[in-house]
């Protein structure tokens, strides 16, 4: 079955930017779609099709891939998007999701 | 704007079923295809099944396939998941959500409801 790789955690200085990535082999072939999580909240998409952000989100947050690795960048981090962050894609009439990575905002 | 309410979890013995239920409102139901995805206590989001629009299509994930099955009522703007045979390891939080067939992103979710599995 198709897996997403994200590392587990990562760090961001308020203000700078904070980089996750979402490794899948011909990822590149596939639509990925972002999703942030707050602590006790349903996900919230962020991003769709790999660079389309839904109304209401910052143009902050944008998507990018390239090879087997797609990554979603939050530029000028703020405290507020302290967050657990999944990836997911569309594989052969099924559903896969990374397995998430917790944004800390220092 | 769209609205997506869960309801029917709840305590279930080891062995048992249950069903739970979606309301949707806010959208033209029939015109979406329908998720279930999950998140057991403290781990990540899990892939459950998703149904086509008209509900001629379903599909499931490897660990709820021949357990589980998904189905909807246009009529009634319902989306439902009938769960059997239930396992510790269905514990979770199930949540429903608008969209994800033909690679679509889940553009709206509910608020979830627990199903806590346990004797």
């Known amino acids: 079955s198709y897996e997403l790789t994200q590392p587990l955690s990562v760090s961001v200085a308020l203000g700078q930017t904070a980089r996750i990535t979402c490794g899948g082999n011909?990822?590149?072939?596939?639509?990925v779609h972002w999703y942030q999580q707050k602590p006790g909240q349903a996900p919230v998409l962020v991003i769709y099709?790999?660079?389309n952000r839904p109304s209401g989100i910052p143009e902050r947050f944008s998507g990018f891939k390239s090879g087997n690795t797609a990554t979603l960048t939050i530029s000028r981090a703020q405290a507020g998007d302290e967050s657990d962050y999944y990836c997911?894609?569309?594989?052969?009439?099924?559903?896969?999701f990374g397995g998430g990575t917790k944004l800390t905002v220092l | 704007q769209v609205h997506l309410v869960e309801s029917g979890g709840g305590l279930v013995r080891p062995g048992g079923s249950l069903r739970l239920s979606c309301a949707a409102s806010g959208f033209t139901f029939s015109d979406y295809y329908m998720s279930w995805i999950r998140q057991a206590p403290g781990k990540g989001l899990e892939w459950v099944s998703y149904?086509?629009?008209?509900?001629?299509?379903?599909y499931y994930a490897d660990s709820v396939k021949g357990r589980f099955t998904i189905s909807r009522d246009n009529a009634k703007n319902s989306l439902y998941l009938q769960v059997n045979s239930l396992r510790a390891e269905d514990t979770a939080v199930y949540y429903c959500a608008r969209g994800g067939g033909n690679a679509a992103a889940n553009d709206y979710w509910g608020q979830g409801t627990l199903l806590t599995v346990s004797s």
């Open positions: 099709r790999d660079n």
């Open positions: 149904i086509s629009d008209g509900g001629t299509a379903e």
């Open positions: 997911q894609v569309w594989d052969s009439s099924t559903v896969v």
């Open positions: 011909n990822i590149g072939g596939k639509s």
